[in-house]
């Protein structure tokens, strides 16, 4: 099967820029999930997709993070404006969690190759 | 709140034995592990369920000690391939508890 595809693979942009990511998951996976990985830091939950309504984007940083996900399929994940401290590598991942005997202890995720944001 | 990932690294010979341990604050009801080599994604590895079942595709085995909210990861006769970080994704609390990754564990093997 194909797996989840990300793009840009990198982007380096000026501080109070504004930056786009896409992604498209796994055909029939429900559940999108964006995150932000630091450099020497485990993956961190930005926003939980499942179809098209959002889970949880409880550590979203609402006043420059935003996100949507057309149809319940490809999704976009956006910074405006970017701070230093965004630069990581932002990791799209897809899972069968919300189909018909699935949820998040049973589901494993499928990441993409992620976008390494470098913000200047 | 983050679990804890014990030792941070570790480096290895090939065919040396490692224990990765994960704990965790919470109660919990699986268990996800994933490896990610650098300047990859991460790769799912194996979930442990609570009662015992074990879901993977590695040879590679772990166990899950719900009592005392710890997983361990075991990594018998390592290969070079090995190498990477390994990640711990407790999910805790039921079924539709919410999982979060540890801060990693640096695997390193030399020939």
């Known amino acids: 099967e194909a797996g989840v595809a990300q793009s840009p693979r990198y982007k380096i942009i000026e501080k109070r820029q504004s930056v786009a990511f896409w992604c498209n998951p796994i055909?029939?996976?429900?559940?999108l999930y964006w995150y932000q990985q630091i450099l020497g830091q485990g993956p961190k939950l930005l926003i939980q997709?499942?179809?098209?309504?959002?889970?949880?984007d409880s550590q979203l940083p609402k006043d420059r993070f935003s996100a949507e996900r057309l149809k319940g399929v490809d999704s976009t994940l956006k910074i405006q404006p970017a701070k230093l401290e965004d630069s990581a590598v932002y990791l799209c991942?897809?899972?069968?969690?919300?189909?018909?005997?699935?949820?998040?202890?049973?589901?494993?995720?499928?990441f993409g190759n992620g976008t390494r944001l470098t913000v200047t | 709140q983050q679990p804890v990932q014990s030792p941070q690294a570790v480096i290895l010979r090939e065919g040396e034995d490692a224990v990765i341990n994960c704990s965790s604050s919470?109660?919990?009801?699986?268990v996800h592990w994933y490896r990610q080599k650098h300047g990859e994604a991460p790769v799912f590895l194996m979930i442990?369920?609570?009662?015992?079942e074990q879901k993977g595709h590695e040879k590679i085995s772990a166990s899950f000690n719900e009592k005392k909210q710890q997983s361990s990861l075991y990594l018998t006769a390592s290969q070079l391939s090995y190498s990477g970080t390994y990640f711990c994704?407790?999910?805790?609390?039921?079924?539709?508890?919410?999982?979060?990754f540890g801060q990693g564990t640096i695997l390193t093997v030399h020939p």
């Open positions: 991942a897809s899972s069968l969690e919300g189909q018909r005997g699935y949820s998040s202890y049973n589901s494993p995720l499928h």
């Open positions: 055909s029939g996976h429900a559940t």
């Open positions: 997709f499942q179809n098209n309504g959002v889970v949880d």
């Open positions: 919470k109660a919990l009801y699986s």
């Open positions: 442990l369920l609570k009662g015992g």
């Open positions: 994704g407790p999910v805790g609390g039921t079924s539709y508890g919410k999982l979060t």
